[in-house]
């Protein structure tokens, strides 16, 4: 069984530009979830995913987007960065139609904005 | 008020000390509950999922929910130097909230030999 993957590792980039992170879910999963986790703090719902449709949206703005694909993986993307926007970016992925809330997260990418 | 507080810590034990780690919670829909171990700079990691009020055990880790108090805990035996790492509280209130999250602070774990 192929755990959660993401990449980049690490990525650093200025204020005012835009970044796509990649996550690849758990074999046999179908549904991607995107967490934001600053330094010191428990993760943040930023969105998921389900069935390539967003489904289900936490506190953010929208220059934050996603996308699912027909394989199950994402994309997160942030436009116009901000300094605050420095964190470490999870995605976990889950089962939706077997009705498990286990959700099961990547390593992160960390991002820089400096 | 925070939907759901955790004791950052830091916490200190000895080697083979029982740690107890606990979340208390405002929202009553939440359903279920989880405990994720974070290691530095490094993803969480599922280590306990509950539905409901009850106990599960799993090795040296239980987990307890009491939802008519709002609170649940993870109890560690016999701690070791690898369980040192941040211990997260996450809980869910399904439904159309599948898949959302919403996370304790964490509590820093240090088990010194």
């Known amino acids: 069984e192929t755990g959660v993957t993401q990449s980049p590792t690490h990525l650093i980039k200025t204020r005012g530009q835009q970044v796509t992170l990649r996550c690849s879910s758990q074999s046999g999963h179908n549904t991607v979830s995107w967490y934001q986790q600053a330094l010191g703090q428990g993760p943040q719902f930023i969105f998921q995913?389900?069935?390539?449709?967003?489904?289900g949206r936490g506190n953010f703005p929208p220059r934050f987007s996603g996308l699912q694909f027909p394989n199950y993986s994402s994309e997160l993307n942030v436009n116009a960065l901000e300094l605050d926007d420095s964190a470490l970016y999870l995605c976990a992925s889950s089962s939706r139609d077997s009705s498990s809330y286990e959700q099961y997260f990547g390593p992160g990418t960390r991002l820089t904005v400096t | 008020q925070k939907e759901v507080e955790q004791d950052p810590g830091p916490l200190s034990v000895p080697e083979g000390a029982i740690v107890s780690l606990n979340c208390t919670y405002s929202?009553?829909?939440?359903?279920?509950f989880m405990w994720y171990r974070q290691y530095s700079r490094k993803g969480p990691e599922l280590l306990m999922y509950?539905?409901?009020?009850g106990n599960k055990e799993d090795g040296r880790f239980t987990a307890q929910v009491d939802k008519s108090s709002k609170y649940i805990s993870l109890f560690i035996r016999d701690s070791q130097p690898s369980d040192s790492a941040t211990y997260l509280c996450a809980m869910s209130a399904g439904g159309t909230s599948y898949g959302k999250l919403t996370f304790g602070q964490g509590t820093i774990l240090t088990v010194h030999p």
């Open positions: 509950t539905y409901s009020s």
């Open positions: 929202n009553s829909a939440f359903q279920y």
């Open positions: 995913y389900y069935r390539e449709e967003e489904n």
